[in-house]
């Protein structure tokens, strides 16, 4: 039944539908998976803002922590993206090779599309690498929000900073000299940006982006 699926193209069509339906629906609720770890991470940063700024007493390094805690939830949404990204380059499969051509019989652009949907059917594996993933997520959310965490502290340590301490000073936390931190948050941060513009080729399929062109959706 399935070699004559395979063969007749009414019944091809009917099966590709069913499964563009179904990869479409594990697309969908991995972006909501995805979608909700970002909520939880606007969630954090407003708060932590909202508590930081209430009262001078209140420690810088409480920043710091969220920091700590934006790059749990990254880890968490890159993973969540990685496994996303299998689900939706099946889909933009099917929509370029299937609904696509079903438009446009000239546009064809990968003849051996049933091959490698097999092949992903039979042995699913996950495309994106890590770095690529993490890439992604700070480019879309984290590095906006982890700015924001930074330009808060440095606020707290300049304004809110006494008389005698002074900005290095006050970036003290316990018996950990400012000029430590100062050096730790400014190496995390470079780290941030380094992955934030990581030119390197991208693996993921089918993300919209503005500025990049067509050939880079694929």
């Known amino acids: 039944m399935a070699g004559k699926a395979a063969t007749d193209r009414s019944d091809f069509l009917s099966l590709m539908s069913h499964t563009y339906r179904g990869e479409l629906g594990r697309t969908t609720s991995w972006r909501t998976r995805i979608d909700r ?17 209430s009262a001078d007493t209140r420690p810088h ?9 934006l790059v749990v939830f990254l880890s968490i949404e890159a993973r969540r993206y990685r496994i996303y990204d299998v689900w939706r380059s099946r889909v933009r499969l099917l929509e370029e090779n299937v609904f696509a051509n079903a438009l446009d019989p000239n546009g064809t652009e990968q003849p051996n599309w049933r091959e490698l949907l097999s092949v992903d059917l039979r042995e699913p594996a996950i495309k ?20 924001v965490l930074l330009a808060a ?7 809110f900073a006494g008389p005698m301490q002074g900005p290095i000073g006050a970036a003290s936390v316990g018996s950990i000299p400012g000029e430590a931190v100062l050096v730790v948050v400014s190496g ?17 399929k089918g993300e919209l982006h503005e500025e990049d062109n067509a050939e880079e959706w694929r």
């Open 37 to 53: 770890t970002t909520n939880w991470a606007v969630v954090l940063t407003a708060s932590l803002l909202t508590w930081a700024f």
């Open 61 to 69: 390094y409480i920043l710091l922590v969220g920091m700590g805690m």
């Open 128 to 147: 994106t690498p890590l770095a690529e993933a993490v890439s992604r997520r700070l480019r879309r959310v984290y590095t906006p929000l982890l700015s």
């Open 153 to 159: 502290w440095l606020i707290r340590l300049t304004v």
């Open 188 to 204: 995390f941060y470079a780290v941030v940006i380094g992955l934030t513009v990581w030119p390197a080729t991208r693996q993921a």
